[in-house]
């Protein structure tokens, strides 16, 4: 989900603009506030990916606001005011609603925020480097990882949590099973269940229908991938 925050010193604006962002999919409201200071630890501190503002605000407007950030979330800027349309795009906004605007018009600038967020934290083959290295989007930055040290990968829902062997703290970006299917080695990794691939080197022991990683993680086999599991298992055995 694409973590928001509406800003609007008007109640009835905001209130509108809390419910749009409530109805539109992939879009998950954090905070509604009636200034930018109401909200400026969580913006600031990276817990927003995405922020709907009102530019024409007492004491600091929406524009000087977006100015003042290093590092700001994707931005989707709301006025009455059609001649802030230029600077708005200026600060590398978005979109830009002009009131009164309705579901259909908050819905146009909610795809382009999806597709903003989507290319900044989607990772594709072209990143996977000469020395076994991925380098992935995440939280609007770009991170380096060795292939060699995930452990497991688990979808949730769009998005897929890797986790490591090494201690790393897991990493989340918007990406499906299969293209990250696609990036691993298939003698190295094996996708076990429809919400797992594991690292094969970090079997360590087998059940019926459990795998028990190294750091006793417990991961299930799902009935769609065992036979193809069963036949590594037994390509694996040493006989007599």
Not at 18 to 43: H, P, Q, R
Request: net charge negative; glycine share 4%.
């Amino acid at each position: 989900m694409i973590k928001c925050i509406a800003i609007d010193d008007e109640p009835l604006a905001l209130k509108q603009l809390s419910a749009y962002i409530e109805k539109s999919e992939g879009l998950e409201l954090v905070k509604s506030c009636t200034n930018v200071l109401e909200g400026m630890s969580l913006i600031v501190g990276g817990a927003i990916d995405a922020m709907f503002i009102d530019i024409n605000m007492p004491d600091l407007n929406g524009l000087e606001f977006v100015r003042s950030l290093s590092s700001p979330p994707i931005v989707v800027f709301t006025t009455a005011y059609s001649e802030y349309a230029i600077e708005g795009f200026k600060v590398d906004a978005t979109d830009y609603l002009l009131k009164p605007f309705g579901q259909d018009e908050f819905e146009r600038a909610a795809d382009r925020v999806r597709k903003r967020y989507q290319a900044a934290n989607t990772v594709s083959l072209s990143t996977v480097d000469s020395d076994d290295s991925l380098f992935l989007k995440t939280d609007y930055k770009i991170v380096r990882i060795s292939i060699a040290d995930i452990r497991y990968v688990e979808a949730m829902s769009e998005y897929l949590r890797i986790h490591f062997s090494n201690g790393a703290r897991p990493v989340v970006v918007l990406l499906s099973m299969k293209k990250m299917e696609e990036c691993l080695a298939p003698h190295k990794f094996m996708r076990v269940h429809r919400s797992h691939i594991i690292n094969l080197r970090d079997i360590k022991e087998v059940y019926k229908s459990r795998i028990l990683l190294e750091g006793d993680k417990d991961i299930p086999i799902g009935d769609s991938y065992r036979e193809q599991f069963n036949a590594y298992l037994n390509s694996k055995f040493i006989s007599k």
